[in-house]
């Protein structure tokens, strides 16, 4: 028999907690989420003023910062990554345990921001490693850090444990390894993970 | 363990570095540290050569963050470079505007109101608080006073980073300063909460220092760590606070009088012994000094235009030559050469940037000493990887 959320309310009136595995499961994931101390250009600053008194990223228990990602849940990639840094950040990637989750934090990580034109400067982590939530800004302020986490709370708790969209960790067999970019003749090999990224289509007009 | 080999370790003539076959010691251990590491402030990664816990060698690997910014530069025009400065040096976008505009105004022959030079000294020295606020927080988080320095520093830089963005628009990336004044007139209210947050910086200070100044670990931690002779510092090549704390002289505030500077009476401090303790005291002596030159300019501020009317923001084709603009930003001596060939983007771009000059001694510094050394004297050192790398 199904029970509806209004008549769950009514049992926890009464001092009947009613829940699901998977309910409890996502309520104690989304809200103990730890990320990885791991800055790497402006917006690590401002990473670190969402850690401090003011903001207080305490609130959404995610202020355990983590310096190794063995031990860390979410990846926050705070700043430009430069082709010389990418090879490291998908090994990072590589090394934190499933369930992980990964935030785009400014406008760098997400396209290569102002600095899109260098010749050093990936235009984007999503083309190595899966993006849960993007925050736009240059740097996002703290507000939308805690924003950007909000939304990936959300999504954890939307996960359902099994059938077709569980979680990675808990899918198939295949192994969670991605591949690691090195440099080639001219620019990162391979240049991006086909899997995770394709260029835009060409917006063209419709042919009459 | 990386097994050191010999030819790679040799030891070059007058140098301390001892054979790496040594039949008596063991074999060295290389230690790479970063690019990810909490300690290192950013993507820099050192490769640490250690004879038991000593370090025999230390080799300083960046270019993580280069993002290109002088190519950059040079590829777009003169007022279109001025945000990307902010992003060079993250902590002080203000000092990098001011000697960007410098630069320009130079390059231009351009004059900049009375007001504008009252608000840039202000900005500066704000600029100056916050940034050795958090050097000190960085620094103390560094010894292992995990979290709670740093939340003082961060708080303060709150009320510093609140008037940033009233008056620009932005916490961090002001992008305010323009080629003959800044952007936006202050206002009586913004100068007004600018005192109140000078006013209450003295109290904060008094509170850090009682905490932190005579305490003993600290002093045990820091003194005697890391000494920079004031020779060496010279030839290196040194400026700022490092420098100062050698004992050497040098404020380009007072050698250059650049701006108007000259009309303030304020005293430039000198460590004696140039250690670690030496830097962190000399940072917080300098903030002390900086008090009273906001408190003045504050006070003395005149009424006007924060733009020269005249002045040419868009468009500008500065005649062919080249100009060098160089104020004491917070970590040092910040410039800015542009050579101009009269098209409207410079013909090249160069920036001296005070974090990388400063980081060249590293080596020197840290020879005999462990990697929990290395890690306090990199933090007092003072980078800031966006200025290293570029």
Sequence with gaps: ?208 | MIEASTDALLPSPGSRVRPVRDPFHGDLLEVSMGPHHPSTHGVFRMVATLDGETIVRLKPVFGYLHRNHEKLGESTTYLASMPYTDRLDYLCSMTNNWAYALAVERLIGQPVPERAEYVRVILAELTRLLNHTCLAGFLLQDCGASGTPLMYAFREREKILDLFESLSGSRMMCNYQRFGGCRVDPGAHWLAAASRVTEGYGRFLDEFEALLTGNEIMMARTQGVGPLSAKLAVAAGVTGPMLRAAGVAYDIRKVDGYGIYPRFNFRVPLGEHGDTYDRYMLRILEMRESIPILRQALAEIPAGPIMDPKARLRGLRPKAGESYGRIEGPKGEIGFYLVSDGTPNPYRYRVRPPSLINLTILEDLCLGRTIADAVIILGSVDIVLGEVDR
Aim: hydrophobic share 35%; proline share 12%; with cysteine.
């Design chain 1, 1 to 208: 028999m199904e029970i509806t959320p209004e008549q769950k309310d009514e049992l926890r009136r009464h001092g009947i907690l009613l829940t699901s595995l998977e309910e409890l499961y996502n309520w104690g994931r989304s809200h103990s989420v730890w990320p990885l101390q791991f800055g790497l250009a402006c917006c690590a600053i401002e990473m670190i003023a969402t850690s401090m008194a003011r903001f207080d990223i305490a609130r959404f228990g995610s202020e355990v910062f983590r310096p190794s990602p063995r031990q860390a849940d979410l990846l926050i990639v705070s700043g430009t990554v430069t082709k010389k840094m990418a090879p490291q950040v998908v090994r990072l990637w590589n090394q934190m345990p499933e369930p992980k989750y990964c935030i785009a934090m400014g406008a760098c990580a997400i396209s290569g921001g102002p600095f899109k034109q260098g010749y050093n400067v990936l235009k984007g982590i999503d083309r190595y490693i899966p993006v849960d939530v993007y925050i736009p800004g240059c740097p996002p302020r703290p507000e939308a850090l805690l924003n950007g986490l909000i939304t990936l709370q959300a999504k954890i708790s939307g996960q359902s444990i099994s059938g077709p969209d569980a979680p990675r960790h808990l899918g198939s067999a295949d192994s969670c390894e991605y591949p690691v970019p090195e440099f080639g003749g001219h620019d990162l090999e391979p240049p991006k993970n086909p899997d995770l990224w394709q260029p835009p289509a060409p917006a063209r007009a419709p042919k009459p």
